[in-house]
């Protein structure tokens, strides 16, 4: 199973950088309103686009098997239908194509929208005689939401808001366990994030909140 490396809070010396993968950017003509464009797309009959950047383990996969969970994914669907949000893919498994691919199956299958991956943005640290490498996440999803003004959530199993820049996902973040993953409540939290409309209700295959 991947699992993403903590963020670590303090600088304990030796030598900083930052590097950045080859993870796909926002696709191009990808239709959600920017701060220099709302005003002009204000009038438009179609929304901004909301988005969901979503994790994987913790929220979809719940074992140790790289499974997604098919409770979990009704859940996410629900999110979608109740709210036309589409999919940025912000977990570790977008750093490896297969599972990359298997998410992107299983999106397709349900009828939802992948638009694109987040870049890995990382600092190394040297703390005595062990580098140290550590992804920020916050930082990835800001860097992809960008100048958007359309409405979004991260979803995520990690304690987002306490990782470096991770104040700034305040009112836009869902708090997952590795053992539940994406529950009823849960996903109800995200659709009242994204501010639309009436809850869909929770299918009846789906696992207690």
């Excluded at 691919?101 to 299983?106: D, E, F, G, M």
């Excluded at 958007?148 to 305040?170: H, K, M, N, Q, Y």
Aim: net charge positive.
């Amino acid at each position: 199973m991947i699992r993403a490396k903590t963020n670590i809070g303090a600088h304990h010396g030796g030598v900083t950088k930052k590097k950045m993968d080859d993870t796909a950017d926002p696709p191009a003509g990808f239709a959600v309103a920017t701060a220099a464009s709302s005003s002009a797309s204000s009038s438009a009959s179609s929304p901004a686009v909301p988005l969901i950047f979503l994790d994987i383990d913790g929220v979809i996969c719940c074992n140790q098997l790289q499974t997604l969970e098919a409770a979990q994914l009704q859940q996410l669907k629900r999110i979608c239908k109740a709210t036309g949000a589409k999919v940025v893919l912000s977990s570790d498994w977008r750093r490896k194509i297969p599972l990359k691919q298997k998410v992107q199956r299983a999106l397709q299958r349900l009828g939802i929208e992948y638009v694109g991956c987040t870049k890995v943005i990382t600092t190394i640290e040297q703390i005595g005689n062990y580098r140290v490498e550590t992804n920020h996440r916050p930082r990835e999803i800001l860097k992809w939401y960008g100048a958007r003004s359309c409405p979004w959530v991260a979803i995520d199993d990690r304690d987002l808001l306490s990782e470096t820049d991770g104040d700034r996902l305040s009112g836009h973040f869902v708090h997952t366990d590795f053992i539940n993953g994406l529950t009823a409540a849960a996903a109800d939290q995200a659709i009242a994030i994204l501010g639309r409309g009436v809850v869909v209700p929770s299918p009846t295959s789906v696992i207690p909140a």
